[in-house]
């Protein structure tokens, strides 16, 4: 069973750094970009960075230069969130796309974790 747990949410200040984690686990033949998303109250799921298996990188424009994208080669990916704004307050929740023993390729999240950022 393949699952992704992310760590590293909490509050901080405005200004502040947080960097969340990503941990990949099961009968993974092969990962093909891994990425963090986040929710806002009221607000739809967005995209916030992702990589590719070659280490290319897409950032949301609201978060270039603040953030940064990360992965090694244990199944990790790394959020690095610096200046943190209060309008960065959501669930951020990790997804990757696997190719999964048996399974072939599929889509993977992680259950979320909270950031807020105060004023």
């Known amino acids: 069973q393949v699952q992704l747990v992310e760590s590293g949410g909490g509050l901080v200040q405005a200004g502040g750094s947080l960097r969340l984690s990503c941990a990949a686990s099961?009968?993974?033949?092969?990962?093909?970009?891994m990425g963090w998303y986040r929710q806002a109250p009221g607000k739809q799921r967005e995209l916030v960075a992702s990589i590719t298996s070659n280490g290319s990188t897409n950032y949301a424009d609201s978060v270039k230069g603040r953030f940064t994208i990360s992965r090694d080669n244990a199944k990790m990916s790394y959020l690095q969130m610096n200046s943190l704004k209060p309008e960065d307050t959501a669930v951020y929740y990790c997804n990757a796309d696997l190719t999964v023993w048996l399974r072939g390729k599929r889509i993977y999240w992680g259950q979320g974790t909270q950031v807020t950022v105060s004023s």
């Open positions: 099961g009968s993974i033949l092969s990962i093909n970009a």
